[in-house]
């Protein structure tokens, strides 16, 4: 409870703090929409010269993009934020600040900085994902729905701790700001179906950077070819890397003595 | 032109410290930029697969060859002035390197070319590894690499001037990360990164020719495989000196402007 209402006031935070820069409200929607147009004309190109991408329909890619548009706008909204800033605090030795507070600092450090306006990413991965199920139409049923919103809980909660374990790797190397933003040049490998990838790069995405069980998983489950073995590890991996998340984080606080003192 | 030339080989120097100081960001330098072209060489390989072997005349030999060459020059041209000059205005970084007697812009690219020096030394084999994964068919005569090379160090300055000048807007908003990604995924797109340009639609087309991001890029892949008629090649080097003109005129006029701005936001 505490926790939801550190993240309310963070929010608001974020969104006074947001207010001062208007300019980037207009720069973040135009971002959206090239981002969005971008999706769609490739996916326009892909499609005008094929009927089928590895066995994904165009509808069923529409439904790829919405998905990658929504996490991509959750994880930028919030974690990634926070932990980018978090990072930065390691270097500059101001997380001992966050440490002394009084409630738990995993917590803080992962929603401390928040991206107002990535919120139109999250509402345009909405409506995208809304187009696709339309156009999907009958082959959407109450299986294919249920699969899709647990693949997705799964997949946000494996991200979230992968990216954990990333920024607290700079405990021991300060300069990783980079780190963050090469997840996001990994991550762009999600706006396709990882099956299209050769072998070698289809393992690293989804066990080294588990791209695969953000993205193409849930969609999967989506429109009806997500295997049970494939959600049971989802749902196992899901509840394992918290943990492990966890407990690396829990190591690293030991391993940080401030950059000032 | 003494002073500058012992200004550079200090910085090569210092940058070589710096950077072997920093092995891992280097590392996962080149793990973004290597990933991006094999997402595309692979949309691509599998659309061929799909219509039985071959697009528009492209195989998936003929993508693995244009990707990875792109992947070459991308790393050439590619430059990080839009991040760093966004930090350096806002932490008041600026300041020091404003009262040195030389333009920042030549720390900048003394940087820049020694980056791109130590890094080919990891880029090139794994271009011959990645070459190994995807067969690249390529049809590379003596011409055509003569033609290469001031095509690629034409499209590195202009890439380095358009985006200096891009990066100089910091100086007026003070947050310029949307800014920054709206033009990657223009670039993306216009530059020949997502596709060959044979492959977009007409209109795309057209516009990728006329507009600059072509020329830092999809053009100098295609002069190498031989891709473009002579006229288109002559066009080409014609567009890349008009456009870096043009960007020049643009960073020389911006940067002046900034700095004079700069000193009432820092102070």
Same mark, same amino acid.
């Given at each position: 409870m505490t926790y939801l209402r550190l993240l309310w006031i963070h929010l608001r935070l974020g969104i006074l703090n947001e207010l001062q820069y208007r300019t980037n409200l207009v720069l973040q929607l135009i971002q959206s929409a090239v981002g969005l147009v971008t999706a769609l004309l490739g996916l326009g190109i892909v499609f005008s010269k094929t009927d089928t991408l590895g066995g994904w329909l165009p509808a069923e890619m529409l439904a790829i993009v919405g998905v990658y548009t929504l996490v991509s706008g959750l994880t930028q909204l919030v974690v990634r934020p926070s932990l980018q800033r978090f990072m930065e605090d390691i270097r500059l030795g101001t997380l001992d600040f966050t440490l002394t507070k009084p409630v738990d600092a995993q917590a803080l450090v992962s929603m401390?900085? =928040?991206?107002?306006?990535k919120l139109v990413d999250v509402v345009v991965g909405l409506v995208v994902l809304g187009v696709a199920v339309t156009q999907l139409?009958?082959? =959407?049923g109450a299986t294919e729905a249920l699969a899709f919103v647990v693949a997705l809980l799964a997949g946000a909660t494996i991200i979230y701790s992968f990216l954990l374990i990333l920024a607290t790797c700079a405990f021991w190397w300060?300069?990783?700001?980079?780190i963050l933003n090469i997840f996001q040049s990994m991550y762009?490998?999600?706006?396709?179906? =990882?099956? =299209?990838?050769?072998p070698w790069l289809r393992y690293v995405l989804t066990f080294l950077v588990p791209v695969g069980f953000a993205i193409t998983v849930p969609t999967e489950g989506l429109v009806g070819r997500l295997t049970s073995p494939t959600l049971v590890g989802a749902i196992a991996l899901a509840i394992a890397l918290p943990l492990i998340a966890r407990a690396f984080w829990k190591f690293g606080v030991r391993h940080y003595s401030g950059a000032s003192a | 032109m003494i002073d500058l030339i012992h200004l550079y080989r200090a910085q090569f120097k210092t940058t070589i410290a710096e950077q072997f100081q920093y092995r891992g960001a280097l590392v996962i330098w080149l793990t973004g930029l290597i990933l991006e072209p094999v997402i595309f060489l692979s949309v691509w390989a599998a659309v061929a697969r799909s219509q039985g072997g071959a697009v528009d005349g492209f195989t998936a030999n003929d993508f693995a060859a244009y990707f990875l060459l792109t992947l070459i020059v991308d790393h050439a041209g590619f430059t990080w002035i839009m991040w760093e000059m966004e930090y350096w205005i806002r932490q008041g970084n600026l300041s020091p390197l404003l009262v040195?007697?030389?333009?920042?812009i030549h720390r900048h690219i003394a940087n820049n070319l020694t980056f791109k020096l130590l890094t080919m030394v990891v880029v090139i084999p794994v271009v011959i590894v990645l070459g190994f994964v995807f067969r690249p068919s390529f049809t590379i005569t003596p011409a055509t690499a003569l033609a290469f090379v001031p095509a690629v160090v034409l499209a590195m300055a202009l890439r380095f001037a358009v985006e200096w000048t891009l990066a100089s807007v910091a100086f007026w908003v003070t947050r310029v990360n949307a800014l920054n990604q709206l033009y990657y995924v223009v670039f993306l797109f216009?530059?020949?990164?997502?596709?060959?340009?044979?492959?977009?639609p007409e209109p795309v087309r057209i516009l990728a020719e006329w507009l600059p991001f072509y020329r830092m890029l999809g053009f100098p892949v295609e002069v190498l495989l031989g891709r473009l008629t002579p006229q288109q090649v002559a066009v080409g080097f014609a567009a890349q000196i008009a456009w870096l003109t043009v960007a020049l005129v643009l960073l020389n006029v911006t940067w002046a402007r900034g700095i004079r701005k700069y000193s009432a936001v820092g102070a």
């Open positions: 401390r900085q =928040i991206e107002v306006w139409g009958a082959s =959407i300060v300069r990783l700001d980079n762009e490998a999600g706006r396709w179906p =990882i099956g =299209i990838y050769p | 040195r007697p030389v333009h920042p216009l530059a020949g990164m997502a596709a060959p340009l044979a492959l977009l």
